[in-house]
Nanobody, 115 residues
Framework: QVQLVESGGGSVQPGGSLRLSCAAS????????MGWYRQVSGKQREFVAR???????NYADSVKGRFTISRDNAKNTVYLHMNSLKPEDTAVYYC?????????WGQGTQVTVSS
């Protein structure tokens, strides 16, 4: 049974930084593509960043150059380093684990960027 637990969310001022973590269990973590998505209430969930089992990454245009996704296979954890945060980055951030076209989601962590 896949379990994904996000942490690290919170409130920060514009221009600030946060690091989100997602700890995975119940899977062979190193085989999975791990991703981060975000959702604002009333809107569709949108892609933020992804890292494959081989370490290849891709990002949404809106976060390129500001966010960095990384993984630690020894800790079964994926991270999202967020810098130069903007108010429009405010959302619930969800971790996703995908393998063989099947995905699982965490419960989400709130990020609020406000002065």
């Amino acid at each position: 049974q896949v379990q994904l637990v996000e942490s690290g969310g919170g409130s920060v001022q514009p221009g600030g930084s946060l690091r989100l973590s997602c700890a995975a269990s119940g899977i062979i973590f190193s085989r999975y593509t791990m991703g981060w998505y975000r959702q604002v209430s009333g809107k569709q969930r949108e892609f933020v960043a992804r890292i494959t089992s081989l370490g290849f990454t891709n990002y949404a245009d809106s976060v390129k150059g500001r966010f960095t996704i990384s993984r630690d296979n020894a800790k079964n954890t994926v991270y999202l380093h967020m810098n130069s945060l903007k108010p429009e980055d405010t959302a619930v951030y969800y971790c996703n684990a995908e393998y063989d076209r099947k995905g699982s989601w965490g419960q989400g962590t709130q990020v609020t960027v406000s002065s």
